[in-house]
């Protein structure tokens, strides 16, 4: 069964700095892969998503993320964080039914001023 | 451009109240989804639907009901309402099914 996984439930990092959000999913196929972000009290809005072709992909926001297949990882990265970055992060693979989404357990970042 | 709707955004409930949060969407998606956020558990998928008049189970389907007599509008029901269903709802839709989901605002829920 596909599965994802988000190993870090908080991540603190200064205003300024650079952020790499962790994920790993589990998935016999080439999988569609997603990330979203959650504003506090908002519902979830995409940042990118991956389906074929270059693997770096690019986002909203100045956010961008790197499909590597032999590590089956979809990492999150933006060179300088906001405070406005501070949201929790959600990734996500299409489901063998095509309909639905697995989802991590999400991240939380903190941004210190 | 509203998007999806879902209403009400706060409710509390007493065990054992029925209750429907509503969803509508002006985006005419095909797929709708249910989804509960409990806390450091992502998001369960409760029911989908991928046109009007079909509805299949999620992850986390028992109880609650769901019914899509048209495209726009996708009710979630809580029958029996229980302290487990305590939770954050959120409903969404996409055109195409896995592709891009739009996300309601949420409702959050609290059953004493």
């Known amino acids: 069964a596909q599965s994802v996984t988000q190993p870090d439930i908080h991540i603190t990092v200064s205003e300024g700095a650079s952020l790499e959000l962790r994920c790993n999913y589990s998935?016999?196929?080439?999988?569609?892969l997603f990330w979203y972000v959650q504003s506090p009290g908002q519902g979830l809005q995409l940042l990118l998503k991956?389906?074929?072709?270059d693997t770096l992909v690019q986002g909203i926001k100045g956010f961008e993320a790197e499909f590597k297949r032999s590590q089956s990882s979809f990492n999150l990265r933006k060179p300088s964080v906001h405070w406005s970055d501070a949201a929790e992060y959600f990734c996500?693979?299409?489901?063998?039914?095509?309909?639905?989404?697995?989802w991590g357990a999400g991240t939380k970042l903190i941004i210190k001023p | 451009n509203a998007g999806v709707t879902q209403t009400p955004k706060f409710r509390i409930l007493k065990i054992g109240q029925s209750m429907t949060l509503q969803c509508t969407q002006d985006?005419?998606?095909?797929?709708m989804y249910w989804y509960r956020q409990d806390p450091g558990m992502g998001l369960k998928l409760i029911y989908y639907?991928?046109?009007?008049?079909?509805?299949d189970k999620g992850e986390v389907p028992n109880g609650y009901n769901v019914s899509r007599s048209t495209t726009e509008d996708f009710p979630l029901r809580l029958e029996l309402a229980a302290p487990s269903q305590t939770s954050v709802y959120f409903c969404?839709?996409?055109?195409?099914?896995?592709?891009?989901?739009?996300f309601g605002e949420g409702s959050w829920l609290t059953v004493v």
């Open positions: 996500a693979v299409v489901g063998d039914s095509n309909y639905q989404l697995i």
């Open positions: 998935y016999g196929a080439t999988p569609y």
């Open positions: 991956y389906f074929s072709g």
């Open positions: 985006m005419n998606h095909n797929y």
């Open positions: 639907s991928v046109g009007a008049g079909i509805t």
């Open positions: 969404a839709s996409s055109a195409d099914g896995g592709n891009t989901i739009y």
